[in-house]
């Protein structure tokens, strides 16, 4: 009943920008925060950013501190992640985690989207 679906990946150089979106549909009346992970291949899942939708309150990985930015539109049931500098190692899936806290969200108990693919490369 409750969908999570990432766009806005893509193929772009050391040093570019991209925009991820995540839009979410359904019953999502306990759904209080939410996330962004991405995994590389042959690594684990790591949380990205988080954020709380009715307070704003965010957390972020010490990887991408400075250069990416969480932000939602309540209005569109949307949660962005602009990712500005990207290197070589952000390259990964990225993933939605949608939950009733940031507790939930952080420790990656939530709901989650089929993901949206970055690649960085020179």
């Known amino acids: 009943q409750v969908q999570l679906v990432e766009s806005g990946g893509g193929l772009v150089q050391p040093g570019g920008s991209l925009r991820l979106s995540c839009e979410v549909s359904g019953r999502i009346f306990s759904s209080n925060a939410m996330g962004w992970y991405r995994q590389a291949p042959g690594k684990q899942r790591e949380l990205v950013a988080a954020?709380?939708?009715?307070?704003?309150?965010?957390k972020y990985a010490d990887s991408v501190k400075g250069r990416f930015t969480i932000s939602r539109d309540n209005a569109k049931n949307t949660v962005y992640l602009q990712m500005n500098s990207l290197k070589l190692e952000d390259t990964a899936v990225y993933y939605c985690?949608?939950?009733?806290?940031?507790?939930?969200?952080?420790?990656?108990?939530?709901?989650w989207g089929q993901g949206t693919q970055v690649i960085v490369s020179s």
């Open positions: 954020i709380s939708i009715s307070g704003g309150r965010t």
């Open positions: 985690n949608l939950g009733p806290s940031m507790a939930v969200v952080t420790s990656s108990f939530g709901s």
